[in-house]
T-cell receptor, first 112, second 112 residues
Framework: DQQVKQNSPSLSVQEGRISILNCDYT??????FLWYKKYPAEGPTFLIS?????DKNEDGRFTVFLNKSAKHLSLHIVPSQPGDSAVYFC???????????FGTGTRLTIIP | ETGVTQSPTHLIKTRGQQVTLRCSSQ?????VSWYQQALGQGPQFIFQ???????GRGNFPPRFSGLQFPNYSSELNVNALELDDSALYLC???????????FGSGTRLTVV
């Protein structure tokens, strides 16, 4: 039972344009969502998070949007840079529980 | 501030053997979680340790076991290895007091 889904295994975006990565979840009890970035041969690195009491969180070039009614979140990266090329994982957790449930990841490639 | 260190980085074992993977948590972190990432999948939660006790477990059989030591480092032990155990094993440390989740670079286990 895949509770967190990333339906696009890969995405290619021109440098300078906006990258939009999507994530859907099925468990309505999830109340905290995170995005991680992973380079080859490295562990996932925390990027940005959002609590279910918010619908948007912004940090520099990265913005996460949460639509609770649709059980959908998205990560916007603007402008996209070559160093953003990596695999991006969406993850969700329940309040007070540090266990993370991850999606299957989206490989983002930024084309110079 | 040291990060999360995992050893070894790569390992090849034969089906039926036993393996021990090690993790040193980040300074100041008292909780360690282990994840299994199979090829093309997102990390899956195995279990978490807090104050040397197992504190939550995912859907993994009992042949996956662990330990946490007084210095908060941890071991993951897998008995009776199966071919499907081939994966990247990630350790993450965190602090109950301040939150935050830091991943190590992982151990790539291949079972032949």
């Amino acid at each position: 039972d895949q509770q967190v889904k990333q339906n696009s295994p890969s995405l290619s975006v021109q440098e300078g344009r906006i990258s939009i990565l999507n994530c859907d979840y099925t468990n309505s009890m999830f109340d905290y969502f995170l995005w991680y970035k992973k380079y080859p041969a490295e562990g996932p690195t925390f990027l940005i998070s959002i609590s279910s009491i918010k619908d948007k969180n912004e940090d520099g070039r990265f913005t996460v949007f949460l639509n609770k009614s649709a059980k959908h979140l998205s990560l916007h990266i603007v402008p996209s840079q070559p160093g953003d090329s990596a695999v991006y994982f969406c993850a969700a957790s329940l309040q007070g529980n540090e266990k993370l449930t991850f999606g299957t990841g989206t490989r983002l490639t930024i084309i110079p | 501030e040291t990060g999360v260190t995992q050893s070894p980085t790569h390992l090849i074992k034969t089906r039926g053997q036993q393996v021990t993977l090690r993790c040193s948590s980040q300074s100041g972190h008292n909780t360690v979680s282990w994840y299994q990432q199979a090829l093309g999948q997102g990390p899956q939660f195995i279990f978490q340790y807090y104050r040397e006790e197992e504190n939550g477990r995912g859907n993994f059989p009992p042949r996956f076991s662990g330990l946490q030591f007084p210095n908060y480092s941890s071991e993951l032990n897998v008995n009776a290895l199966e071919l499907d155990d081939s994966a990247l094993y990630l350790c993450a440390s965190s602090s109950r007091d301040s939150g935050g989740y830091t991943f190590g670079s992982g151990t790539r286990l291949t079972v032949v």
